[in-house]
């Protein structure tokens, strides 16, 4: 560098400077020094208030008018309104009710409500209609302290009927939607067996059924009948989803996610 002309020196140093001024001017940006992208996000946020509160304002007129018409909209419904209306709610849904008995009214004034006990059993496409029924009662009607279970062959419900007077009804969106392909909804309480063999191709409901094991120096392969055709399987292998940890003269034992299920002689996979 000795012997570069001073002309060359001034060059490489203008160079370096202006490297180190937009080192540093990136650096500034990025680490937001200057509090510039700290005022544009707190600007945006009190923008987003601002058109809240002009929605709200809109409002205020209808609001205004609900309220004023409040006392003529309120119904003087009764705990023997509310058992009809969930009995007969219960009839179309196809659930069999269990109990169905008036409880300790709470809440004070706008919130107050009656309160109704209900024990019923059903299915989950019969508890997903009487929920989804709840929109059709002249009034709001909330499940509270809802609990299901299952029960034998279907489900045990339990609930806390909340029902408040001069509340319009609300369906219950969640369980109107329908999944991506467009069908109904699956049934959380259904066996995860179940689940695997029509992910396999099972038709009208289908079961698996042990039809025979080959034994042979101690090594087993069982004949399972499916709705494609007679599979034979040993231990190891994959059966309409499920993994088939052992095989024996006697039965197949098939796992799935943690649960296992057991194929015997004249019995099939439920």
């Not at 052992?246 to 943690?258: F, Q």
Request: with cysteine; hydrophobic share 50%.
């Amino acid at each position: 560098m000795h012997t570069w002309s001073g002309r060359r020196r001034a060059a490489v140093a203008a160079a370096l400077g202006l490297l180190a001024a937009g080192l540093m001017g990136g650096a500034c940006v990025l680490m937001d020094l200057g509090g510039g992208q700290e005022a544009q996000s707190a600007l945006a946020d009190a923008e987003a208030r601002l058109a809240g509160a002009r929605q709200t304002l809109a409002r205020l007129p209808a609001l205004q008018r609900d309220a004023q018409d409040w006392p003529q909209r309120m119904r003087n419904g009764s705990a023997a309104d509310d058992i009809r209306s969930v009995s007969q709610l219960a009839a179309q849904a196809g659930l069999v009710l269990i109990a169905l008995e008036p409880a300790a009214s709470g809440g004070a004034r706008a919130q107050a409500y009656r309160a109704t006990k209900l024990v019923a059993l059903g299915n989950f496409g019969q508890l997903r209609a009487f929920l989804e029924g709840l929109a059709a009662l002249p009034e709001l009607a909330v499940p509270a302290e809802l609990t299901v279970r299952r029960s034998g062959g279907g489900l045990a419900v339990s609930a806390m009927l909340q029902v408040f007077d001069g509340l319009p009804a609300v369906a219950a969106v969640s369980f109107a939607r329908s999944d991506e392909e467009g069908g109904a909804l699956a049934d959380p309480f259904a066996s995860r067996f179940a689940g695997a063999q029509g992910a396999a191709g099972t038709q009208g409901g289908t079961a698996m059924r042990l039809a025979g094991v080959l034994m042979e120096r101690g090594r087993a392969v069982a004949l399972v009948e499916t709705a494609e055709g007679t599979m034979a399987v040993q231990t190891g292998a994959t059966l309409a989803g499920a993994h088939v940890s052992s095989v024996d003269a006697a039965r197949v034992v098939l796992s799935l996610d943690g649960a296992t299920h057991t194929l015997k002689w004249a019995e099939d996979a439920k």
